[in-house]
């Protein structure tokens, strides 16, 4: 129970007002530490609840601990718009019963406004690391009195390229404020390098990879030839699944646009989320997303990172993930909240090695299916080794393969042993500047 872990009264009411029932693993395991003002270690996935688990116990501080009469006193910085939009959008909501004040700071948004939200001196901000440097070269926030600062999602902060702009945050901070980091795994160099760098004596928190996964997804796969075949395919499910609302994922934002013509082109309303949309068509998307008034949307893995929408119950994976944790946060899109969803990822030859190192890594199994109408011709590898990943032909088949090659080329090949016929060579006249010799006109 959340009372076991010693909140304020006012943030319990608040829980229970959201209908929280209890503590997840992270919660659980996190909040006496960051209550304890310890540096924090932690891997947990999208949709553990992780946001809450530093939520609640900063809280608890700003409501039980007097601060410095100006300036902000948290500071948590993520990687994309939507998740600082959804952070913003939980810490309201828990802290409704308090007077903390957050402010947010993401590009999209003018200079002016956010400078004002600033002199405010929100109690929290919330922000992306470009825009918040950008702030900090104008010297316009005041972080002396700053209690704690978070990363969140950290693995994915560090791949998008703002290492430096994080460290150079973190240490415009007092040196001894408390320091938390959240990834989705611990094993990124990355991650480990700026954990060294920042943390002091941190405790770590590590949730089982089985747990990054909600038991309520039924995860499927399709085998499929290219992408003119994956078209027909995703059109076919989209045509005859049953969904509420569809997350469609691809690598690139030419796949997501080509992908947005394909399937309007059925006359099925779908927008697209990535790098070239401007914040306001973004918030334009999410909002009719939100409400039911689009029922599709195909994004960039770095579009759609932090979404947080309600009753999304299918993901279709157009473009197969590129890491087992890429996987994890695309299908952690459904499933939230206890509710059931559906994850279906098309993978092809070249996915096949790919898609078993994800099974692997992640202790799970796919479940084989086929769409009868549009089976394709890839049927899956012939031999496959004990990882699951494509058996290539053995060393003996291979020497044999290639001596048998390198016999038959040496056969065709025309010894090059015989004398010059000397008697047609000097019947040859060399040719002179390109052109034939002239020939004797007959008598």
């Known amino acids: ?49 992780k946001t809450a ?7 608890h501080r700003l409501i039980t601990e007097k601060g ?9 910085l993520a990687p994309t718009r939507e998740l600082v939009q959804q952070i913003v959008k939980e810490c309201e909501s828990l802290a409704r019963f308090t007077r903390a004040g957050v402010g947010l700071i993401t590009g999209g948004t003018e200079f002016k406004a956010q400078n004002a939200m600033l002199r405010k001196d929100p109690d929290v901000i919330v922000a992306t690391p470009g825009r918040l440097i950008e702030h900090l070269d104008r010297g316009t926030p005041d972080f002396k009195n700053v209690e704690a600062v978070v990363l969140d999602e950290a693995d994915r902060m560090l791949d998008m390229g703002f290492q430096e702009d994080v460290l150079r945050i973190v240490n415009s901070c007092p040196k001894d404020c408390q320091k938390l980091m959240f990834s989705a795994t611990l094993k990124n160099k990355d991650v480990s390098y700026v954990a060294n760098l920042i943390l002091d004596q941190p405790q770590t928190v590590s949730i089982e990879e089985k747990s990054k996964i909600p038991e309520l997804i039924n995860q499927q796969l399709i085998l499929s030839d290219n992408d003119q075949h994956k078209e027909k395919q995703l059109l076919w499910l989209l045509e005859n699944e049953s969904y509420t609302k569809a997350l469609i994922f691809t690598k690139t934002r030419l796949g997501a646009n080509r992908v947005r013509g394909i399937v309007r082109g059925r006359k099925l309303k779908i927008d697209a989320l990535h790098s070239e949309i401007t914040q306001d068509d973004r918030n334009e998307t999410m909002r009719k997303f939100r409400r039911g ?7 960039t893995d770095v579009a759609a990172r932090g979404l947080d929408i309600a009753d999304v119950d299918l993901v279709i994976n157009f473009d197969f993930a590129g890491s087992g944790d890429e996987y994890v946060h695309r299908i952690g899109r459904t499933g939230r909240a206890g509710s059931e969803g559906c994850a279906i990822s098309f993978v092809t030859a070249a996915d096949w090695n790919l898609m078993a190192s994800v099974e692997r890594y992640l202790s799970i199994k796919m479940i084989r299916r086929t769409i009868k109408s549009l089976a394709g011709h890839y049927k899956g590898p012939k031999k496959v080794k004990a990882s699951g990943k494509a058996a290539s032909g053995s060393k003996k088949k291979k020497l044999k393969v290639a001596n048998k090659t390198s016999a038959s080329s040496n056969k065709r090949k025309k010894p090059d042993n015989k004398k010059p016929d000397n008697k047609k ?14 020939k004797k006109k007959p008598s």
């Open 53 to 59: 688990a530093y939520l609640l116990p900063l809280l």
């Open 68 to 76: 410095a009469p100006q300036g902000t006193r948290v500071l948590i």
């Open 425 to 438: 060579a000097t019947n040859k006249k060399p040719l002179i500047d390109g052109f034939a010799p002239m």
């Open 1 to 49: 129970m959340f009372t076991d872990l010693l909140l304020h009264e006012r943030l319990l009411k608040s829980i229970q007002k959201l209908k929280y029932t209890s503590p997840t693993d992270v919660q659980r395991e996190a909040i006496p530490v960051i209550l304890a003002k310890k540096d924090l270690l932690a891997s947990a996935a999208t949709g553990t609840g």
């Open 293 to 299: 008034e689009i029922k599709l949307v195909v994004a």
